[in-house]
């Protein structure tokens, strides 16, 4: 006994024929371009520090043009906020595979430890990286935290 066929599931015949498009006078509109960000102002990474209390930055130290030649000076600011940045007469430098290194002194005033992850801020325009720990980062948001976990009502 055969099934009954179901019309919709069955081809046509004949191929269906697409129309071509008509000619339009005028192109159509583009839809409105969003407000220009300064894109390169500010590239982020988050990376680990790892056991030799090095942070792997690759991609941002590239977008900043540094090399493992570039002398660098770090200096703590804002609590455990830390400021890399390109210095003629800096002491430290990037390694062959541009993994910045923080002084074990800068790491204990951070108390950072290995395996900590830390959110690297690179500014090409201002030739800097800013490091930023997570319990600052907590610290920095928490009201923005607040703000929009409550549906973004005023308290």
Do not use: N
């Amino acid at each position: 006994m055969s099934e009954p066929r179901i019309a919709a599931l069955i081809p046509p015949g004949a191929p269906r024929r697409i129309p071509e498009p008509s000619r339009l006078s005028e192109p159509l509109p583009l839809p409105p371009q969003p407000p220009e960000h300064e894109r390169a102002a500010w590239r982020y990474s988050i990376v680990k520090l790892d056991a030799s209390g090095r942070l792997a930055s690759r991609a941002l130290l590239e977008a900043l043009g540094w090399s493992a030649e570039t002398p660098l000076t770090h200096a703590l600011r804002l609590g455990p906020a830390v400021l890399i940045r390109s210095d003629r007469y800096g002491t430290a430098t990037a390694d062959r595979d541009l993994r910045v290194k923080l002084p074990a002194a800068l790491r204990a005033r951070c108390a950072l430890r290995t395996g900590d992850p830390v959110l690297l801020a690179a500014s090409p325009t201002h030739q800097i990286l800013l490091i930023y720990t997570v319990p600052f980062l907590d610290e920095l948001l928490s009201d923005a935290h607040q703000h929009i976990s409550s549906g973004g009502q005023d308290r």
